[in-house]
């Protein structure tokens, strides 16, 4: 089941192939230090689906988190909502960046992000090849 995505979906762009970035409007936008982009990449890994606080602090420290890890998620995840949602409203219900027990969910369509896009083509691409067309599956 696929929640419901705002409506800036389509102007949203994430690259998990290559370095991790982002782009508003076809437009590129800082999303932060490592550890905010850690956030941020470990969401990408499972764009629409509840991604937990634990797996968070997991993917960001690797075991070797600080006192309170649960503080800096949160401050990670405010900043990146300002960074690739320059038009939304503090507070704001709407976010592409749902937060929701027990984590954070990244609430967009799973072909905004590129690595999902790919998978998708070299599925569709081998679907192709398997019923004979050739020309379609090279494209």
Do not use: K
């Not at 979906?9 to 932060?32: F, H, I, K, N, W």
């Not at 070797?64 to 900043?79: G, K």
């Not at 998708?120 to 599956?137: I, P």
Request: negative net charge; proline residues 9%; contains cysteine.
């Amino acid at each position: 089941m696929t929640a419901a995505h705002p409506e800036s979906d389509p102007a949203l762009e994430l690259r998990l192939l290559g370095p991790v970035s982002v782009a508003v409007d076809g437009q590129p936008v800082a999303v932060g230090g490592p550890r905010q982009m850690a956030v941020l990449a470990r969401l990408m890994l499972a764009p629409d689906q509840m991604v937990t606080m634990g797996q968070l602090v997991e993917s960001v420290w690797d075991g070797d988190e600080p006192s309170q890890p649960h503080i800096a998620i949160r401050s990670y995840v405010s900043n990146l909502r300002r960074a690739i949602e320059p038009n939304r409203r503090r507070r704001a219900a709407d976010s592409c960046l749902a937060s929701a027990p027990p984590g954070y969910r990244l609430a967009i369509d799973p072909l905004a992000v590129d690595w999902v896009r790919f998978e998708s083509m070299v599925n569709r691409g081998r679907t192709e090849l398997d019923d004979g067309r050739f020309a379609e599956a090279v494209a």
